[in-house]
């Protein structure tokens, strides 16, 4: 099993591709870093994140798991393997742990400058909650390198392997931008529209105004049905991913809201800052219940995986 990693990180180091794509992600890193900050008119800082920082060189980096994992198949090399003794799941695991440090080493490219560069807008969130992004857009890269790694050994074919991996990836990623929605507009039990009417007094006189009108929301969901839809979300890293980056979008915004609000003793404020710090909590609270659920993707797809390729039948 260790000459087997060993010989996996040799053909990382070798290829010319890990390193162009190395060089890609930092200054990726560094030119998301720049751009996440705006500073307004008031001196305030506002964090603007976008999925792309971090989707862009996990894809990349997909690219060269499933070009160095499936030239082993291609040159035949997982055959002559498994004849000099070595089994299919050791040949499995070896491959994923492999992936799983190279693309930890490109999240590092680009996420630590991303928070280096923006810390002035991480300071508007919650303390405690910026190590625990920092660990979860981390953990989004070796999640996506095993999964490549199962779907280029299960396919030992790297052009499918390419369209494959490109779909599921994509899928997760779409799935949990719609599930996050979901669970954003699922809060409140009623919404407010505003309905356009002439409305008059007795002496005649009006004019067109808006009404407003509050109807039951038909998103809304119990909180312990939200907390499930959130903790079996959390096994998605694209819905981590969207989870992360909308968190510092939101939290930062109503921080800046609340510095700048006025009238703050009216009560319709003292209610809507009570539900903020309500909602505050709890996606606080999730950040690490989606690093625990992440850590447990990762090694059930390790287990599963090295059991599935176990059947696969090599031809």
């Known amino acids: 099993m260790r000459n087997l990693i060993r010989a996996s990180f040799v053909r990382y180091l070798k290829s010319p591709l890990t390193w162009i794509v190395a060089g890609i992600t ?133 052009t499918a392997a390419v369209i494959v991996s490109g779909a599921v990836l994509f899928g997760m990623y779409l799935g949990g931008f719609v599930l996050h929605k979901r669970i954003f507009n699922s809060y409140e039990k009623t919404t407010i529209t505003y309905e356009t009417k002439y409305v008059s007094d007795e002496a005649g006189n009006g004019g067109v105004t808006d009404v407003e009108k509050e109807e039951p929301n038909p998103l809304y969901l119990p909180d312990s049905t939200r907390h499930l839809y959130r903790t079996l979300g959390s096994l998605n890293p694209g819905y981590t991913l969207v989870e992360g980056v909308m968190y510092t979008a939101y939290q930062g915004r109503e921080l800046m809201r609340r510095l700048t609000a006025e009238n703050m003793e009216e009560a319709s404020w003292q209610r809507y800052w009570a539900e903020i710090d309500r909602r505050q909590k709890e996606d606080t609270d999730y950040l690490t219940i989606e690093i625990l659920m992440q850590c447990g993707l990762i090694a059930l797809l390790l287990g599963a995986g090295a059991c599935c390729f176990r059947l696969r039948d090599l031809k």
Request: aromatic share 10%; proline share 5%.
């Open 26 to 158: 930092l200054i990726a890193g560094f030119l998301y870093g720049i751009q996440s900050v705006i500073e307004g008119s008031d001196g305030l800082h506002d964090l603007i994140l976008d999925d792309v920082a971090f989707l862009f060189p996990a894809a990349l980096g997909a690219i060269v798991v499933v070009l160095t994992v499936g030239r082993e198949f291609a040159d035949h090399t997982v055959r002559n393997k498994i004849i000099t003794g070595s089994t299919k799941p050791q040949i499995y695991l070896s491959e994923s742990v492999t992936a799983a440090a190279v693309m930890s080493f490109y999240a590092l490219l680009v996420t630590v400058p991303v928070f280096a560069l923006a810390h002035k807008g991480f300071a508007l969130l919650p303390e405690e909650s910026i190590p625990l992004l920092f660990v979860i857009f981390v953990l989004l890269f070796p999640a996506a390198g095993i999964i490549t790694v199962l779907i280029t050994c299960l396919t030992a074919q790297r």
